[in-house]
């Protein structure tokens, strides 16, 4: 099992920047890839980022390539979005998600994560 916490969430005006953290614990994090997911009220969970296990190669939905970054650090097992030049329409609950895969090539169907955190709110105002 892999437990997964988000924090980082809050309110911020359009404009600004958020960094959301997802720590890890139980399995060993660095055998697992990492995305970020973001779910819309009344809209389908949607992914946003995805990094390797050893953080060699992300991915970046396009919709916030430019504004968000994902990284990681293995040795605090933790996994970060930073987000910057934040638009009302990316106010969402956040959630992060582990899939155990040793390759490079991004996942970005829900369905390929077995292990999710609780979700963190982002909320920007216009």
């Known amino acids: 099992q892999v437990q997964l916490v988000e924090s980082g969430g809050g309110l911020v005006q359009a404009g600004g920047s958020l960094r959301l953290s997802c720590a890890a614990s139980g399995r060993t994090f660095s055998n697992y890839a990492m995305g970020w997911f973001r779910q819309a009220p009344g809209k389908e969970r949607e992914f946003v980022a995805f990094?390797?296990?050893?953080?060699?190669?992300?991915t970046i939905t396009n919709s916030v390539k430019g504004r968000f970054t994902i990284s990681r650090d293995n040795a605090k097992n933790t996994v970060y979005l930073q987000m910057n030049s934040l638009k009302p329409e990316d106010t969402a609950v956040y959630y992060c998600?582990?899939?155990?895969?040793?390759?490079?090539?991004?996942?970005?169907?829900?369905?390929?994560?077995?292990?999710w955190g609780q979700g963190t709110q982002v909320t920007v105002s216009s």
């Open positions: 990094i390797t296990w050893n953080g060699g190669s992300t």
């Open positions: 998600a582990a899939t155990f895969y040793s390759g490079s090539y991004y996942r970005p169907n829900p369905s390929g994560y077995a292990y």
